[in-house]
């Protein structure tokens, strides 16, 4: 009795400012989760929708103050150093907040389409998105696994959401499983990484290991390379990513969208924090092996998208090629990399979203319609439509005057700046390679062979999100300075 | 130094006239008319520019309407343009193949697409040709893919896509080294320098490097622009690409984009890398001499006139590759002369052989014969076009392909020896050509073609004035030339070029 009255619990100090953000959307999450459960009648999708849209708004609210407050005095952690409040972790919010909110208005019309009742898809795309802004904000490795394993079961679950189509639970218990085995192998490393350095927080094992030479430093090493193949799994990195085409073809292609959008924002920014932020040091030891995983998944992401026919399935294999080109940024190890990492995903979330929005309407009322052939003359029946997923693709091809010209050109300068010459070279060409399918794509878009086809009807939601990928497209592809920009000052204070 | 806006206006009017074209596309027959209002208000502006040129403006080298802006300082990403005597000639070119291509071949089938699409491209190249920053030319010649690419894609022939994504696929994999290049050499001069990153063309030629690095750049550079060229082996994409492509984009692509290539070898790959091309000028000089003779040979064999023309452009832009890599300053002045006399040239045969195209619906050798009798001005005006490209003494291509022997001779003998081959075999393939397609008796449907109308002569006016005018009288362009190449050679070979 005398042990418990002297201990005290030590609450550590809160900045609530800086868990705004997750808070708000773990807070609307349980809001429709209570409401669907307690209201008499069902929670309408209007409803679900409305809130999910005011949650994101919210906090991009949030980001105007976060980001003057840290303008102000300077980054700052909280919660006993586990959560990080920088420009980073701003911009990464912002992202996350804007991808949610188109992928939500996505899945608005798409429920109705497919009478879908009630807000289940809101309430797990709200809280899978908390996990990943948990993640884009976690200076703590458990925090990281926190926000990973939020952000995967509710994933987990949405992928299965479709059950009309066997498929889609057959995607569900793969991503399950895998995911849970990439998982476990993520807290594996979380322990080895502890038990070399002592500590899980990032800060601290960067203090550790720049103060003190690490002489066996196997354990460390083997916890480094833990951490990387579960950051590799979540990202669809080669060779970890043979569950992502399944997957993106068995979901439901609101939630395709979303993995391809939230999932790589959280995840890449918890590794640039593991890597860059705690493991800078070790550089030289994690940087080969990268090289090796850049040039896979830039690679195989491109030559094997050549031979798909379910648009899907090539979408998945072209974002595993994308996921290259962010990883590229990441190999580079420097300020200029991380910004140039962060462009890249902050740029491709939008437009990935508006991509599988169009795919959703092609998709058509049963969401099975994914061959290429369905898309044979789209923009001659419908030129906006067409014209717009034509932009999309040549923005993911890296056309100039499209964003995805200056965020392939940001990561290559990066690496190019870091001395790796080859390794830009060869992801170039793969996106040269990657060039072919998108082409064969919108070639198809403008074939004039079946321009009797029928007419897709485009709901207001839908079609203006993909107005919102093709301005953000071709605006930012004009004019990338200010994002540029921000990009720079956001990772100006990421170091350490 | 003349106001910058001029050519603000070169690369803005032609993409205003397509969004123009793109909204008034339901009405009949009027983006048409706006675009060759479009390209007749970019070929005034062209003129202009070119009369108003000043090569000896103070401090600028021999650029004039120079301006620059910084518009992302973490990109190094700027807009800077200027003209000098080495691009005031394409820009001129690239006005007109805007206008004789929307002329002389109208295409009504979606013709606001089409316009709209060639209006871009026009605005695309023109800000290639001006630009004054590495990372802008890049852009801008990486863009001009887009526009070929939906034009080929949409009026070309049965061929088409295939044509299109080999076409798109070959140019992107080249400028892939380009890019690479572009970014390496950016960052050298800024770890050398303040720090600043910074593209601008007159900045990065004063980059200091090893003769391995030149040598790599150079290689990096040079694959890009041989393949847009396309010099041999990097030029099995053009044969197909011109064949398939409608008349309008034959006519932009080997006219006008291929030019691209050799004035991208002149200015950056051999402006920026001087160290690099005692080792590399054998290399490329050979390259050369091979496209020469084998872009003849195959044009002897080819069986149709598009494809001819598809060769024979391999061969002269061959010549133009031997002239601005020997370091002679003539040779390098007739280099820049024939960019823009076989561009005139090309558009004249590409012309002609649309107007048979639509009146005989093939373009293949076999199916014409005779057509000298129905239609005796098509057959002089070819006639004209053809000597031209021959060599003939008083036309446009004698004086360019003599500028560019001389310079040879003077500086790699046996290379021009062996080049000078391949103008006795374009005078072989052209006239056996001309022979079996005009020459002989006209049956059937070859008997029944009307001669070319009223508009169809008029369109080709400009371009037998250009081959005549500049066959006589060169000395006006070659004023204009001269100072800029001085300038380059000085830059690129101050003591001399070493034979």
Request: charged share 10%; proline share 4%; glycine share 8%.
């Amino acid at each position: 009795m005398n042990l418990l009255a002297t201990t005290t619990l030590v609450v550590p100090s809160i900045h609530y400012l800086a868990l705004l953000p997750v808070l708000t959307f773990f807070g609307a999450s349980l809001v429709l989760l209570l409401m669907s459960a307690l209201v008499n009648t069902k929670v309408t999708i209007n409803w679900a929708t409305g809130i999910t849209v005011a949650t994101a708004i919210a906090t991009l609210v949030y980001a105007f103050f976060q980001w003057s407050y840290i303008a102000h005095h300077g980054s700052t952690t909280t919660v006993a150093h586990a959560i990080v409040l920088d420009g980073f972790s701003v911009i990464g919010n912002v992202v996350i907040a804007v991808s949610l909110l188109l992928s939500a208005l996505v899945a608005h019309d798409w429920a109705k389409r497919e009478r879908v009742a009630g807000a289940d898809f809101h309430i797990l795309a709200l809280a899978s998105s908390a996990g990943a802004l948990l993640m884009v904000q976690a200076n703590d490795l458990i925090v990281i696994f926190l926000g990973l394993e939020i952000l995967s079961i509710g994933l987990y679950v949405l992928v299965g959401f479709d059950r009309h189509r066997a498929t889609s639970a057959e995607a569900a218990l793969k991503y399950f499983l895998l995911g849970g085995f990439a998982s476990a192998i993520f807290i594996y490393g979380a322990a080895l990484v502890y038990g070399a350095t002592g500590s899980t927080n990032l800060s601290s094992i960067s203090y550790f290991l720049g103060n003190n030479v690490v002489l066996r430093p196997g354990l460390l090493y083997a916890g480094g390379a833990l951490l990387l193949i579960g950051f590799a799994f979540k990202v669809a990195a080669v060779p970890f990513h043979a569950w992502s085409p399944d997957v993106y073809e068995g979901a439901p292609t609101p939630v395709t969208g979303v993995m391809a959008s939230i999932v790589k924002v959280g995840a890449f920014a918890a590794l640039l924090r593991v890597l860059i932020s705690a493991l800078g040091t070790q550089l030289d030891t994690w940087r080969p092996i990268l090289f090796v995983l850049v040039i896979l998944t830039c690679v195989v992401g491109a030559s094997v998208a050549l031979v798909q026919r379910n648009v899907k399935r090539l979408l998945a294999y072209s974002s595993i090629n994308q996921a290259g080109f962010m990883l590229l940024g990441v190999w580079s190890g420097s300020a200029r990399g991380v910004a140039s990492t962060l462009f890249y995903v902050m740029t491709y979330a939008p437009v990935v979203v508006a991509t599988f929005a169009v795919v959703t309407l092609i998709g058509g009322t049963g969401d099975d319609l994914h061959s290429i052939d369905h898309y044979r003359g789209l923009a001659r029946r419908q030129p906006w439509l067409g014209g717009a997923l034509a932009v999309l693709l040549f923005s993911q091809l890296g056309a100039p005057l499209t964003v995805g010209f200056y965020a392939k050109y940001s990561v290559l300068a990066a690496t190019i700046d870091s001395g790796g010459g080859a390794l830009a070279l060869v992801a170039i060409l793969s996106a040269a390679i990657a060039a072919f399918f998108y082409l064969r794509w919108i070639l198809a878009l403008y074939a004039d062979d079946d321009v009797e086809g029928t007419r897709v009807h485009v709901p207001l939601f839908t079609g203006k999100v993909v107005a919102v990928g093709v301005i953000v497209a071709i605006l930012f592809g004009v004019w990338p300075g200010p994002l540029a920009t921000w990009c720079q000052h956001a990772t100006m204070l990421f170091l350490p | 130094m003349h106001s910058s806006i001029y050519l603000l206006l070169l690369i803005v009017v032609p993409l205003a006239g397509a969004l123009a074209a793109a909204l008034v596309r339901k009405v009949q027959g009027l983006a048409y008319a706006l675009g060759v209002g479009t390209a007749l208000v970019e070929m005034a502006l062209a003129l202009i520019v070119a009369f108003l040129y000043n090569p000896h403006v103070k401090n600028a080298q021999t650029y004039d309407f120079v301006t620059r802006h910084v518009l992302s300082a973490p990109f190094g990403l700027a807009y800077d343009v200027a003209v000098d005597g080495i691009s005031l000639l394409m820009v001129v070119l690239t006005a007109l193949v805007l206008l004789l291509a929307l002329l002389g071949s109208r295409d009504k089938r979606r013709e606001a697409a089409f316009v709209g699409w060639l209006l871009a491209l026009t605005s695309f190249t023109m800000a290639s040709f001006l630009s004054h920053d590495v990372l802008e030319f890049f852009i801008f010649f990486e863009l001009t893919l887009v526009p070929s690419y939906f034009i080929i894609a949409g009026w070309g022939g049965a061929q088409r896509a295939k044509a299109a994504l080999k076409f798109f696929i070959y140019t992107f994999s080249g400028s892939a080294f380009l890019l690479i290049g572009i970014l390496y050499l950016g960052f050298a001069h800024q770890h050398q320098t303040t720090g600043v990153l910074t593209f601008s063309y007159s900045a990065l030629q004063s980059t200091g490097m090893t003769h391995s690095t030149a040598v790599w750049l150079f290689i990096a550079f040079a694959i890009a622009f041989a393949v847009k060229s396309p010099i041999w082996p990097f030029h099995t994409w053009s044969p197909i690409t011109y064949a398939e492509a409608p008349t309008g984009g034959s006519i932009e692509l080997s006219a006008l984009l291929a030019k691209l290539g050799s004035y991208g070898l002149l200015r950056f790959a051999v402006g920026l890398f001087p160290l690099a091309l005692p080792t590399m000028r054998p290399i490329v000089l050979t390259l050369a001499v091979i496209s020469i003779l084998y872009g003849s040979l195959i044009a002897c064999a080819t069986p149709d006139l598009k494809r001819l023309v598809a060769y024979s452009s391999v061969a002269q832009l061959g010549f133009i590759t031997l002239g601005i890599m020997t370091g002679s300053k003539i040779a390098m002045v007739g280099a820049v002369l024939l960019m823009f006399n076989h561009g005139v040239i090309t558009i004249g045969f590409f012309l002609i052989i649309g107007f048979i195209e639509r009146r005989r619906g093939s373009y293949q050798i076999k199916d014409l014969t005779g057509l000298q009798g129905p239609a005796p001005v098509m057959a002089a005006l070819f006639t004209i076009v053809m000597m031209a490209s021959i060599g003939l003494p008083g036309l446009s291509g004698f004086v360019s392909e003599y500028l560019i022997l001389i310079g040879t001779f003077g500086t790699h003998a046996w290379w021009g020896a062996i080049a000078t081959t391949g103008v006795l075999a374009a005078a072989a393939y052209l006239l056996w050509a001309y022979q079996r397609v005009f020459h002989g008796r006209a049956e059937g449907a070859n008997a029944s073609i009307t001669d070319l109308n009223f508009k169809e002569r008029w369109v080709l006016v400009p371009v037998v004035v250009l081959i005549l005018a500049l066959g006589v009288f060169p000395k006006p362009v070659l004023d204009r030339i001269s100072p800029s190449v001085q300038v380059l050679i000085h830059h690129v070979a101050p003591a001399g070029v070493n034979k």
